[in-house]
């Protein structure tokens, strides 16, 4: 073998390992991504109990509850559909009804979310992308911006 010969083949190899590599990456993280979804889209796809999901929409009016335990159960819609959140723990300074909020964590059997990560909007003009887009497709959206 020449020299060229020799360092092509070392090229190709080197390209074979790193793709392999990076699919194995992808492959091992193809579990952990985790998708915005909109009450009406967890609905219409029936999310099966126990998936890992993110919930987005805003918070219903008059659906925050708060136990003295920590515990806070409120509504998360899209206009279109609601879906009933649980949490245990403290819920973001900005929090509160009528405001966009993302939410992680598992749908249950009964169709509601038991949630162990909620993110509020930082300022009055903010609401997620995602939930500005799900609430435009549904004709709910009358926000000023993103």
Request: glycine content about 6%.
């Given at each position: 073998m020449t020299r060229?010969?020799?360092?092509?083949?070392?090229?190709?190899?080197?390209?074979?390992?790193?793709?392999?590599?990076?699919?194995?990456?992808?492959?091992?993280?193809?579990?952990q991504i985790v998708f915005f979804n909109s009450p009406s889209e967890v609905i219409a796809q029936e999310v099966a109990p126990g998936s890992r999901i993110r919930l987005g929409g805003l918070v219903a009016d008059g659906s925050v509850v708060k136990a003295e335990d920590g515990a806070v159960t409120f509504a998360v819609t899209d206009g279109a559909a609601t879906i009933q959140v649980a949490f245990r723990g403290i819920l973001p300074d900005l929090f509160r009804e009528g405001q966009g909020v993302v939410t992680e964590?598992?749908?249950?059997?009964?169709?509601?979310?038991?949630?162990?990560?909620?993110?509020?909007?930082?300022?009055?003009?903010?609401?997620?992308?995602?939930?500005?887009?799900?609430?435009k497709e549904q004709g709910h959206w009358e926000g000023g911006g993103s």
């Open positions: 060229k010969q020799r360092r092509l083949t070392m090229i190709g190899a080197a390209g074979v390992v790193l793709a392999l590599a990076a699919g194995l990456v992808l492959y091992a993280l193809s579990d964590g598992v749908v249950n059997r009964d169709k509601t979310f038991t949630a162990d990560t909620v993110l509020a909007k930082h300022d009055e003009n903010y609401v997620p992308a995602e939930v500005v887009d799900a609430l």
